[in-house]
């Protein structure tokens, strides 16, 4: 009996060992803190080493200048993507200035054709950004996706300087719903050449980030004083997922016979409408 009871004891003051142990463990004035673990500013863990695209390139390639936030050269505010719309179409937004403040309003069938053309003056003085806003009628027999295109026009040679898109849909009856666009970076950053830089040897490095909407894929064009194409490059954008900016960089070989002004223009494809989504272009000295 002695035996047994000596063993009960001794479990008990086991158990009793046990349960303070764990208790100590809980008490919170006891127990250490587990803070947690706050990604940096970019997004990575402490430690972890962000992922780079296979076709990114150090900031140096770009003449030291890398992606910067630069507001849209021509931002279409009315009607925003995915509008249904009953005539007449209100087309609005904000532009850069533009050769006389004029910009040329364009809507495309899904076949490429012209369905409407309507130039819009920018409501602003001379050299200066301002609202632009035009009315165009229609008449459709059953709902059809457009394209409506914005552009900018060259005074030299009438070739596209820049050009915003957005795509809806017309109708003519039904409810009207219209979605309103946004403020946005420029889609298309030329870093590389600079403006007003003169190009010489047939090859011409091409460089940017931009945001390319069929398979990441760009072309970079190059146009001679007459609005003339020289020659042309398709080039991929590094971005990670469709949707997002990426660099680029692509050498185009290109023909001239003599040294005058000319255009690089950087193209967004699409596979319907006239293939074009978005352009944007600097200016250049081209020379053989």
């Known amino acids: 009996m002695r035996v047994k009871t000596g063993l009960i004891i001794l479990l008990a003051v086991s158990m009793l060992l046990a349960c303070s142990t764990v208790e100590a463990l809980l008490s919170p004035t006891q127990a250490p803190v587990l803070k947690p673990v706050l990604a940096t500013e970019s997004g990575q863990l402490p430690g972890q080493q962000q992922a780079v695209p ?7 390639t770009v003449q030291g200048r890398t992606e910067t936030t630069v507001e849209e050269a021509i931002l279409i505010l009315e009607p925003g993507p995915g509008s249904r719309i009953l005539s007449p179409l209100h087309v609005a937004g904000w532009a850069d200035p533009a050769f006389e403040q004029t910009l040329l309003i364009r809507v495309l069938q899904t076949d490429g054709s012209q369905l409407m053309e309507e130039p819009v003056q920018i409501e602003s003085g001379p050299g200066q950004r301002g609202p632009f806003a035009a009315d165009l009628p229609f008449s459709v027999t059953e709902p059809e996706n457009v ?3 914005v552009l900018d026009l060259s005074a030299r040679d009438g070739g596209i300087v820049h050009l915003a898109s957005v795509s809806v849909i017309l109708q003519a009856e039904g409810d009207e719903v219209l979605v309103q666009g946004a403020a946005a970076d420029e889609q298309l950053q030329i870093l590389n050449p600079e403006p007003g830089e003169t190009i010489q040897g047939g090859l011409v490095l091409v460089e ?7 398979e990441n894929t760009l072309v970079v064009e190059v146009y001679d004083a007459e609005g003339v194409m020289a020659g042309s490059a398709p080039c991929m954008t590094a971005a990670q997922e469709p949707g997002e900016t990426g ?32 352009v944007a272009s600097v200016p250049v000295s081209l020379a053989p």
């Not at 940017?208 to 069929?214: H, I, V």
Request: proline share 6%; glycine share 12%; charged share 20%.
């Open 147 to 149: 394209l409506i295109q």
């Open 54 to 60: 296979e076709r990114l390139e150090p900031a140096e």
């Open 208 to 214: 940017g980030y931009g945001l390319a909407s069929f």
């Open 247 to 278: 660099y680029f960089s692509v050498e185009v070989e290109y023909n001239v016979s003599q040294e005058g002004p000319g255009r690089i223009s950087v193209v967004d494809t699409l596979p319907v409408f006239d293939g074009i989504g978005h």
